[in-house]
């Protein structure tokens, strides 16, 4: 509810309130009051969203006798990243932000669109909460509007919209802040995804159970965990293409004095879509991560 004034002596009065039918169409409901003309004049207003225009319709009454009617029509035109040329849209351009995103398949692994590199049609994009309308076209590319301004949100794909299992989004998304008016480019890599095995074992040689081990990424970040099996054998399912590392996570390898770090240069890829990894033999000692991090360099090219 809304209900204003002026300070000196009430010479109007206004109440407004509204209810969002629908995630396309409003209701709106207004009373004013005119002290000068001692009428109030009560307004009813409907509100839709269409893809590239609203339309709003009021009726009004007042107390005089008068009533009148109308018909409104407002859209925002602006760029159209997507097909190229320009654009009609609902939203408002000028006042929120929008997002041009591209999902592509990442056959290499290094989070850009290479050449040869195919685009994704028909993937889902969300924002936060909001997925509207928010489908890549054949060139996999689509565009979400209506972001708050400067209020940050994480641009992802929906996994339910990838028609191949082993097709993984290469991160959990990209966390963009928009600007009113200005879009924004992300882009989604979808990667293929292998496997990482392999047996664990003890310092003295037999099977390790119910250790947690990490596969860490070329960034630094925990990809993915597991716990080795009652004879040792560990197993990553679903990991995009890349260069990776294994360690043993920190409070397991302190319960067990040994190394966390237990294996680098890890690849997976077309050419290697198993990375078997053979046994793995615990090492007795302190952690030693830096030590992995100058392994995983030595092995790059």
């Known amino acids: 509810f809304i209900l204003s004034g002026r300070d000196q002596g009430l010479e109007s009065a206004r109440i407004a309130t509204g209810k969002r039918l629908d995630d396309k169409s409003d209701l709106n409901f207004e009373?004013?009051?005119?002290?000068?003309?001692?009428?109030?004049?009560?307004?009813?207003?409907?509100?839709?969203?269409?893809?590239?225009?609203?339309?709003?319709?009021?009726?009004?009454?007042?107390?005089d006798g008068t009533i009148a009617a109308n018909l409104s029509l407002a859209f925002s035109l602006g760029p159209d990243p997507v097909r190229g040329g320009m654009r009609m849209t609902s939203q408002r351009l000028a006042r929120s932000g929008q997002a041009s995103v591209t999902v592509f398949r990442d056959d290499d692994g290094d989070g850009q669109l290479s050449p040869g590199e195919e685009p994704l049609p028909d993937v889902m994009v969300e924002a936060g909460l909001r997925f509207r309308d928010a489908v890549t076209a054949e060139n996999g590319r689509t565009i979400v509007d209506g972001l708050a301004p400067f209020q940050p949100v994480l641009v992802g794909v929906d996994l339910s919209s990838l028609d191949d299992p082993y097709l993984v989004?290469?991160?959990?998304?990209?966390?963009?802040?928009?600007?009113?008016?200005?879009?924004?480019?992300?882009?989604?890599?979808?990667?293929?995804?292998?496997?990482?095995?392999?047996?664990?074992?003890?310092?003295?040689?037999?099977p390790q159970p119910g250790a947690q081990l990490e596969l860490i990424d070329a960034k630094g970040a925990v990809?993915?965990?597991?716990?080795?099996?009652?004879?040792?054998?560990?197993?990553?399912?679903r990991v995009?293409?890349?260069k990776y590392r294994l360690r043993l996570?920190?409070?397991?390898?302190?319960?067990?004095?040994?190394?966390?770090a237990l294996?680098?240069?890890?690849?997976?890829?077309?050419?290697?879509e198993i990375a078997r990894l053979g046994v793995i033999?615990?090492?007795?000692?302190?952690?030693?991560?830096a030590?992995?991090?100058?392994?995983?360099?030595?092995?790059e090219p």
């Not at 004049?41 to 319709?57: E, H, I, P, V």
């Not at 294996?263 to 290697?272: E, F, K, L, N």
């Open 223 to 237: 990809l993915a965990t597991t716990v080795s099996e009652y004879d040792g054998f560990f197993l990553f399912d």
């Open 31 to 63: 009373a004013e009051y005119e002290k000068s003309s001692g009428t109030t004049n009560f307004t009813l207003g409907y509100t839709r969203d269409f893809k590239r225009f609203s339309l709003r319709a009021d009726t009004s009454y007042r107390t």
């Open 249 to 260: 996570a920190g409070p397991d390898a302190r319960k067990l004095q040994v190394r966390e």
């Open 169 to 206: 989004p290469a991160t959990k998304g990209v966390v963009v802040v928009p600007r009113p008016g200005v879009i924004t480019e992300v882009l989604l890599p979808i990667s293929p995804s292998g496997e990482v095995e392999g047996m664990l074992m003890t310092t003295s040689g037999t």
């Open 263 to 272: 294996a680098a240069g890890i690849t997976v890829s077309r050419a290697s």
């Open 281 to 289: 033999r615990l090492e007795a000692g302190g952690t030693t991560i």
């Open 240 to 242: 995009p293409y890349g």
């Open 291 to 299: 030590r992995a991090d100058a392994d995983l360099r030595e092995t």
